[in-house]
């Protein structure tokens, strides 16, 4: 499979995240959370289809494949894990948080992204009161 670029990515968790709130995802839906033209939209689905992340529908719903499920899923993983990062530990407002979570989740390696998900997860049991703790 071919390099998918930031902006694919992206179109991939703008996918995710409508047919997560909506059930069905169309065109017109994706073109107003990113901000572009339906034209716009309709190239960048293409580029998707010829990579097999998207079900061919021209005038139809917009299907992420396996695959493109299995890389939508990753890159909202890594945008949520740091957000809750920039956000939790940092201090960053959440704007802010979110925004740049946006640019590094496409850029940051995988080792980075592992050793986050052990931070945050001791970071998470640590804030989290056991039995023993509870009045």
Do not use: F
Request: with cysteine; aromatic share 2%.
């Amino acid at each position: 499979m071919r390099q998918i670029h930031e902006s694919g990515e992206n179109y991939l968790e703008v996918i995710l995240d409508i047919q997560r709130e909506l059930g069905v995802v169309r065109s017109v839906e994706i073109a107003r959370r990113v901000g572009v033209s339906r034209a716009s939209v309709s190239k960048a689905l293409s580029v998707l289809r010829d990579m097999g992340l998207v079900e061919p529908a021209y005038y139809s719903d917009v299907v992420l494949t396996e695959a493109g499920l299995a890389r939508a899923k990753e890159i909202r993983h890594r945008h949520d894990l740091l957000c809750h990062y920039l956000r939790d530990v940092l201090g960053v407002s959440p704007a802010v948080a979110e925004h740049d979570a946006c640019r590094i989740e496409h850029v940051v390696s995988n080792e980075l992204i592992a050793r986050l998900e052990v931070l945050l997860a001791e970071a998470d049991r640590a804030a989290t009161p056991t039995k023993e703790q509870t009045p």
